[in-house]
Structure formats: structure tokens, C-alpha cells
């Protein structure tokens, strides 16, 4: 009642600046359940079911055609890249310790944000599944698929799985696009201390390594299905359906992949939109507070709207290569 009294009276004074000092206040950090699981499993054990996965991956490939192989190793080849590109960006140092605890505070939103919306999609996707497969499992087949002899609960399993892998994919590529960037981005802003050109390779390497797991995410997914249905249904062989019609197994893949982006895009938006009006509202004009003053615990939740972008705009770009969908 008397801070109202005071702005309506005119009474309530400047924001005093204070001393940038800020406590640490970095909650334990966030890891995912996979990850959680896979850091749990012993190394080597967790390298000899690696090898294994991709035995069985190029042993598909290869009852596919020489091409899958190839389309194959190129994604291997990629993925090693950007582990390379990552192991660069987060070398680099985080700057004086002011820096890196404005840093730990978007993190620590960062990932909050992210927990949060990804137990949503989570429910969300298992959700839809159930829907989709209950509604192929009751519509009329197609002529293509009476003359390959798949029925409707194959189609039904089949467009369920393309469809969580799909989202699954485009998670993992916006997940990891977010993470990265989340710790490139005070290392830019170190490195901008010290030279343009080196704040410039940091960024860029660190841009360079979510456009590449995006790509490489994205065709190694449809890869993986197109080369699965191919030996399982066995297409091509008399009696089966035709190599042009496998493709159309694969719309639950887009599908999935769009379903991640516009969780991304509306959830992510209301969010920052919500933080960067209270920012105003109650840091500018109630509390005098200056424009992005990192004193104002919106702007940290506004900040946000970085790694939000980043995070949608690795799920878009991801769904981009998806079959029947484009952003």
C-alpha cells in the first residue's frame, strides 16, 4: 500500500545502483533421465552396446543398399565432428567470476525451462500416440497396402513408431542445440574481451555444431526407418509393396518431429513474453531498475528468449527434413 501511495503521489525515487554482486545461487544441475541412466552404466560396457547398435544399424543398411551405408557413415562422420565442436566451444573460459554467475543464473532458468517443458511433451507425445494408433487401427486401408498384405494394426505399430522416433530426434536435436549454447554464450562474450575473430570462431562453432547434429539427427532417423521397413516388410519382393510407396510409411516421422517444434514455438513464446513484460513492469517502471539490469531477476528469465529461439529454431530447422512437413 505505501509503495502505491508512492508512485501515486510521485514519491517513489530513482533505482540505486547497487554492487554487482551476485550470490551463488546454482541449483544442482539438471540431467536428464537418459542421460542419468546412461552415465550409470559402466564405460565400457556402454562402448561394447554402442558397437553393437552400430553393427546392427550398417547390417540393415547394408541388406538395404550401398547408398543407406554410405548416408549412414556420413552421419556417424558428423556426429564425431560435432563432438569435436563442442569439446572446442566449452575449452574456452567463461570470463571473470561476475560473468560466469550471471552465466550459472540463465543456465539454471535454462534448464528449469526445459525440464518442464519437455515432462510436458513427454506426456504429450505418449498422449497422441495412443490417439494415432487408435485411429489407424480403424480406418480403411489403402490399395497399396491390401496388395502389400499390411493390415491395419502393422500399420498402426508402424506409424506409432515413426512418429515417436520423429519427436524423439527432434528433442534430442533442440535439447542439445539449447545446451551448448547455453555455455557457448558467456564464452563468446569472454572471448569478445580479448579479439572480434576469436569471439566470431566461438560463436560460429558453436552455431556450426547445432546445425550439424540437426542434420545429421534428421537423416540418420529417416535412414533408420526407410532401411527397417525395407527388410522387415520386405519391399520389392513378390507379393510385398513397391520401393515408391515405403516412403509413405514414413509421415508419422514428420509428424513427430513437428509435434516437438510446436510445443517448442508456443510454449517457449508465452514464456519469454510473460518474463520480458514483467520485467518492465516491475523492474522499469515500479522499481526503477535500468534495462536489462541483471539485478532484475525477470531479465535473467527473459534472457531466456535466446535459448528458447535456439531450441526452436533446432526443432523447425530438424522438422524442415522431415517428410510432409516444412516450417
Known amino acids: 500500500m505505501m509503495m502505491d501511495d508512492d508512485m501515486e503521489n510521485g514519491g517513489l525515487g530513482p533505482f540505486q545502483d547497487q554492487p554487482r554482486t551476485f550470490p551463488n545461487m546454482r541449483s544442482k544441475p539438471y540431467v536428464p533421465l537418459v542421460f542419468r541412466v546412461l552415465m550409470g552404466i559402466n564405460v565400457r560396457v556402454l562402448f561394447v552396446l554402442c558397437l553393437l547398435g552400430l553393427a546392427v544399424i550398417f547390417y540393415i543398411g547394408a541388406s538395404t543398399s550401398r547408398i543407406i551405408v554410405f548416408v549412414f557413415s556420413i552421419c556417424i562422420i558428423t556426429f564425431v565432428f560435432s563432438v569435436y565442436l563442442s569439446k572446442w566451444v566449452l575449452a574456452k573460459d567463461e570470463g571473470p567470476p561476475e560473468m560466469a554467475q550471471i552465466s550459472d543464473a540463465i543456465r539454471d532458468g535454462a534448464e528449469g525451462f526445459f525440464r518442464t517443458q519437455y515432462g510436458t511433451i513427454s506426456k504429450m507425445a505418449c ?52 545446451w551448448v549454447s547455453v555455455r557457448a554464450n558467456v564464452r563468446v562474450s569472454s572471448a569478445a574481451r580479448r579479439s572480434a575473430r576469436e569471439a566470431l570462431q566461438v560463436a560460429v ?45 514414413l509421415v508419422g516421422y514428420g509428424f513427430g518431429a513437428s509435434f516437438v517444434a510446436l510445443f517448442a514455438q508456443l510454449g517457449g513464446g508465452i514464456y519469454t513474453k510473460a518474463a520480458d513484460v514483467g520485467a518492465d513492469l516491475v523492474g522499469k517502471v515500479e522499481q ?20 528458447h529461439n535456439e531450441f526452436f529454431n533446432s526443432c523447425c530447422n530438424f522438422s524442415t527434413f522431415s517428410p510432409e512437413f516444412r516450417c
Open 127 to 178: 498422449l497422441l500416440a495412443l490417439v494415432i494408433f487408435s485411429i489407424y487401427l480403424f480406418r480403411s486401408t489403402t490399395p497399396q497396402q491390401e496388395s502389400s498384405g499390411i493390415g491395419r494394426a502393422t500399420s498402426a505399430y508402424i506409424t506409432v513408431a515413426a512418429f515417436l522416433l520423429g519427436a524423439l530426434c527432434s528433442g534430442v536435436a533442440g535439447y542439445v542445440g539449447m
Open 205 to 249: 562453432r558453436a552455431g556450426g555444431f547445432s546445425a550439424i547434429v540437426v542434420v545429421g539427427m534428421a537423416v540418420i532417423g529417416i535412414a533408420i526407418l526407410y532401411s527397417t521397413f525395407y527388410v522387415w516388410l520386405g519391399v520389392d519382393s513378390p507379393g510385398s509393396m513397391k520401393v515408391t510407396d515405403l516412403p509413405l510409411l
Open 288 to 307: 526503477g531498475i535500468p534495462e536489462d539490469d541483471p539485478q532484475n531477476p525477470a531479465v535473467i528469465a527473459d534472457l531466456l528468449q535466446v535459448y
